[in-house]
């Protein structure tokens, strides 16, 4: 039986976006979808206030209506559950996760500086779950499009060719072929002693990303696949590539002890326009 794609929802912008993400996905995929809503108690700067579990059930209750309506809407014959869960939000979705193909949240809009933002809850869901996470920003449209980079016409993987992990590589081409868009690997180095030139057409590394991708050509055929070995920082290529693109993935070390997320995906899953999947890998 397929992994069902987990979705948190509350009802802010940004899970509106998500769940939307996710039942396009789920769609696609003929997998079902989860819904889970944390119920959490509710604490003001001050003083903390008790919410009475009915009032938390009514909440619930009400959040996960409207988010199974809108997803009936949006895909009538997608087969659907919701589940509502008395915990903290982050543990919620990583349990979520665990069982997941995917694990669908939202982020927040526009920050005081270029770029999105994206809250404790989602750095902590990042940096600890098991399974691929994808962040959607407020403004998935109607079409399946992100409305902040216009339309979807590839997907775009950041990849060290000194580090590559299969993991990453099968999910990128995977989803590529999915979704039958174009798939763009990149990879880029910063070293302010080369030439841009000279590092960027250093054939020891257009060698090395070939290699790397060389059987996940042969295993997906149809993808339409574009190598771009680059100089420069590696998170500024990325973000800049993800304007026009259906997704951007990144990779996250799975640390043996605590959470660890890398300078790179730190810098992606905040500042891209377009969806990011954060992909675990050994």
């Not at 929802?9 to 939307?20: H, I, K, N, P, Y």
């Not at 396009?24 to 604490?43: H, I, K, N, S």
């Not at 997941?100 to 989602?122: D, K, N, W, Y």
């Amino acid at each position: 039986m397929s992994r069902p794609i987990t979705v948190g929802v509350d009802g802010s912008e940004g899970s509106v976006a998500a769940l939307d993400w996710a039942a396009d996905e789920a769609a696609l995929r003929g997998t079902t979808l989860r819904l889970v809503y944390a119920t959490r108690w509710q604490q003001h700067q001050l003083q903390a206030v008790k919410v009475s579990h009915q009032d938390r059930a009514d909440e619930a209750e009400g959040v996960l209506a409207l988010t199974q309506q809108r997803v009936r809407a949006r895909r009538p014959d997608l087969e659907m559950t919701a589940d509502e869960i008395e915990d903290a939000p982050a543990n919620v979705l990583l349990a979520g996760a665990s069982d997941a193909e995917l694990l669908v949240v939202g982020s927040h809009g526009l920050g005081s500086v270029r770029g999105f933002v994206v809250g404790s809850v989602g750095q902590e869901v990042v940096a600890d779950a098991r399974r691929p996470v994808v962040l959607v920003r407020p403004g998935y449209g109607e079409a399946g499009r992100a409305a902040v980079g216009g339309g979807p016409e590839k997907v775009v993987l950041g990849l060290d060719v000194n580090e590559v992990h299969d993991d990453l590589l099968e999910f990128a081409f995977d989803f590529a072929g999915r979704h039958s868009v174009p798939l763009q690997i990149l990879h880029s180095r910063h070293h302010s002693f080369l030439p841009h030139s000279t590092a960027a057409e250093d054939p020891d590394t257009r060698s090395a990303l070939s290699r790397a991708v060389g059987p996940f050509r042969a295993r997906f055929p149809t993808v339409e696949l574009t190598e771009v070995s680059a100089q420069g920082r590696p998170a500024e290529h990325l973000v800049e590539a993800a304007t026009g693109a259906r997704l951007v993935i990144v990779g996250r070390r799975r640390a043996a002890k605590g959470s660890h997320i890398g300078s790179v995906t730190h810098a992606v899953i905040h500042h891209a326009s377009c969806p990011v999947a954060v992909v675990p890998h050994t």
